[in-house]
């Protein structure tokens, strides 16, 4: 699209309903990390329907790394529930396409691909929870550096779903001794976003032997009195989507997430 | 079966485990109420795997009403994850049997009906939140008066999905105005089994015109003093699927609900 972008002070103020709407005009096409504080980010996983009762039933026997938020109808392109009018097909600033668990595309509309049969499911992203955690005082490592958040494969099999299975993924951040119990008390509220940690402590626990040597995203140093704190990610899906080598799986770029009118308070079990 | 049925007495020690083979074994044919305290008691509801996708879905999209603990592979009986090696087909005291949405049978073991195309489902039971109601000192009226629980018919519609659609069916216990907070605090800890109240106070406001006149379960009174308070129930998904007139559907019979091993404490989220 030949539209020009519009600067990051001009977008910084706006509602999730406008920043679709500058997303959709091609004003938008960088990270979303920072934008529309307070609401709820999601990952975007769109499978054929064929497997969308596998993919559903996986989401539901992991819900730490796949936190269902909605799920569309067959062929529906519209968010009823996070974002009434919103069109995943033009509504996100970037996209990845891939057939067979290979990526072909990186495009940033999807309308060429739609089809009747594609399901589109809106997962929950830790991104959610780091206000809050911020809010209490806990720092965020990766924020500070301006770095993606480290990720790693872990030991923990995920429970298998017809042709869905594989290890879980996690996040972790560090978190100075004397916040590690808020933080999980903080994220226990917030099961929709992957809620409270799997792991606190020891990276060996889940078969990471070196943290600074993360599988996806970027290394942060763990300082002397903090303990690294894991939580289940959001890549697990597409991770374990890929490896089923769907005819056809498109998803967001990663950070690229899709912005929901959700406030984050929302989601909050309590 | 004509096995002799075991005494009360001799029961209420068992861990759910030995309970299930009692049931098996027919010495248990009455409701589960009582049985095996601090462990979780579950709704079930089968349908055939074509079916399994809108049910799925609907319990997603309607999580309070339809709060999912697990899902059966296809034709798989066990329930692998909340009772491993207990057979859906045998541990649960009484069934029902439902051909086109008219209950046709209530037996005692449905291996006779049992395809390799049957999905099973296990739905949190507001039971297990009972517990910690009446160990926080809230009486539960209907459980003093020795009868079961009322339950209305709401003018709150379900979000649809596929075939499946109707109102949402809530559960009334009349609290003390004292204890309504403490109420709210202990069951939002219990999101998988229904979770929060829907509603705190004028019935009206839920189309709920004779508080006397429960749709199902029976009538209790609500004294002065006391606040009328909802819960999202599991009759909910029943009524459903009975509308919807599946080929074949099976259900447990109402207050005989299958014990699972895992504790109710395992399911709060904080």
Redesign the interface.
């Known amino acids: 699209m030949a539209t020009i972008e519009r600067p990051v002070h001009e977008l910084a103020g706006l509602r999730p309903h406008d920043l679709r709407g500058a997303i959709r005009a091609g004003q938008w096409r960088r990270p979303t990390a920072g934008l529309a504080p307070g609401f709820t980010q999601a990952n975007l996983a769109i499978v054929p329907r064929e497997l969308?009762?596998d993919f559903?039933?996986f989401c539901?026997?992991n819900p730490k790394p796949c936190p269902?938020l909605e799920?569309f109808d067959a062929g529906d392109p519209e968010s009823r529930?996070f974002a009434p009018g919103a069109d995943i097909r033009t509504d996100v600033p970037r996209y990845r396409v891939y057939r067979y668990g290979i990526l072909t595309d990186e495009v940033d509309d999807i309308t060429a691909y739609w089809r009747d049969d594609l399901v589109s499911f809106l997962l929950g992203c830790s991104f959610t929870f780091e206000h809050p955690l911020m809010d209490a005082g806990i720092r965020m490592r990766h924020i500070d550096l301006d770095v993606n958040v480290p990720m790693f494969t872990t030991n923990r099999t995920c429970?298998p779903a017809g042709v869905f299975h594989g290890p879980m993924v996690v996040s972790m951040r560090p978190i100075p001794q004397d916040q590690v119990v808020r933080a999980v008390?903080i994220t226990?509220?917030f099961?929709a976003v992957h809620?409270a940690p799997v792991h606190v402590g020891d990276p060996l626990v889940l078969g990471i032997a070196a943290i600074e040597q993360p599988n996806f995203g970027d290394a942060v140093p763990v300082k002397p009195g903090e303990v690294p704190v894991f939580w289940a990610c959001g890549v697990t899906p597409q991770a374990v989507m890929m490896q089923a080598k769907p005819e056809l799986a498109i998803t967001h770029a990663p950070g690229y997430m899709f912005l929901t009118d959700r406030r984050e308070s929302e989601l909050a079990?309590?």
Request: charged fraction near 25%.
């Open positions: 969308a009762y559903l039933l539901q026997r269902l799920v529930e429970k008390q226990s509220r099961p809620g079990v309590l």
